[in-house]
């Protein structure tokens, strides 16, 4: 493995992979993407999250894959499930039943040979309210106008600063105690990839090889979180609407590669590029 000459804010090593390296994830992250888009179809009024979970836990293992989350840290489940105010890390539940107007996030991590496809997209329950689509669409916006700055030269921080521009602009705001992340032959890795702008951090340059995710949590109302007993469910502390989107990506010799790209994503860049 080679590693950058650059060490983020934690003072670790960033990797830069090789072709073999984007060919793995391009596996992971299709696998990855598949999931999320296999588990639409079950999302309806009375479902539980441990239904889903389960779900996508075989469809994953059917495709070859292991979900990385299973007993990461202790986490007990294949899939995070994080429903209306719960910023990430909901834990699937027996107990926790969709009904209509809910908005969920799921997200998914399965390894494939040895690399992690880690993505997460949003769904709703029958007709969101207008805030909550306007929530979702910004968010969505946000983590596509960050993939945007990504190419050899550009700075880490630019992706913090999109996303940033996109919050400010609908009266929301931006979840700070968690970030993107390396990944590759590592769930979480360096480089660190925060979704704002903070003054006092490491400015990084991009270099093509670096392997990362963009997976920004956008909250209605102020970007507070709070994490429950369970020591993981992360919560609004005001308890407004949180949504997210997470692709992991590489940064390429002249721009950027999605490995975890949607079926409805790749037929929408397709018709862009004819
Ligand atoms: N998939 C999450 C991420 O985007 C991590 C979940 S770790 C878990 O980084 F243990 F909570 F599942
Ligand atoms: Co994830
Ligand atoms: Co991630």
Not at 71 to 100: D, F, M, T
Not at 163 to 174: L, M, N, W
Request: glycine share 10%.
């Amino acid at each position: 493995m080679r590693y950058s000459t650059q060490t983020d804010d934690t003072g670790k090593p960033i990797p830069l992979y090789d072709a073999d390296g984007f060919e793995g994830m391009r596996k992971a992250g299709a696998l990855g993407a598949a999931t999320l888009d296999f588990i639409g179809d079950y999302i309806k009024p009375g479902v539980t999250t441990q239904e889903l979970d389960q779900l996508l836990e075989q469809f994953q293992r059917d495709g070859g894959g292991v979900p990385a989350t299973i007993g990461y840290h202790g986490y007990p489940a294949a899939s995070c499930i994080s429903v209306n105010h719960v910023v990430c890390h909901g834990i699937p539940s027996e107990k926790k039943r969709l009904k209509k107007g809910d908005i969920l996030n799921i997200d998914v991590t399965p390894i494939v040979d040895g690399y992690y496809g880690d993505n997460s997209r949003m769904y709703v329950v029958g007709e969101p309210s207008v805030l909550a689509k306007r929530l979702i669409d910004a968010t969505y916006e946000a983590m596509m106008a960050a993939i945007a700055t990504v190419k050899p030269g550009s700075k880490l921080s630019d992706i913090g600063r999109a996303i940033e521009q996109v919050a400010k602009r609908e009266g929301f705001s931006v979840v700070r105690d968690f970030c993107g992340h390396g990944v590759g032959k590592v769930f979480h890795d360096a480089p660190q990839v925060l979704h704002y702008v903070r003054k006092d951090s490491k400015e990084i340059t991009l270099e093509p090889g670096m392997i990362f995710t963009i997976e920004p949590m956008i909250n209605t109302g102020r970007f507070e979180v709070k994490v429950l007993p369970d020591g993981w469910t992360a919560v609004t502390k005001d308890h407004s609407l949180s949504a997210q989107f997470e692709h992991s990506i590489g940064v390429t010799e002249d721009g950027v590669e999605i490995f975890t790209l949607s079926a409805e994503e790749k037929a929408e860049r397709a018709a862009i590029a004819s």
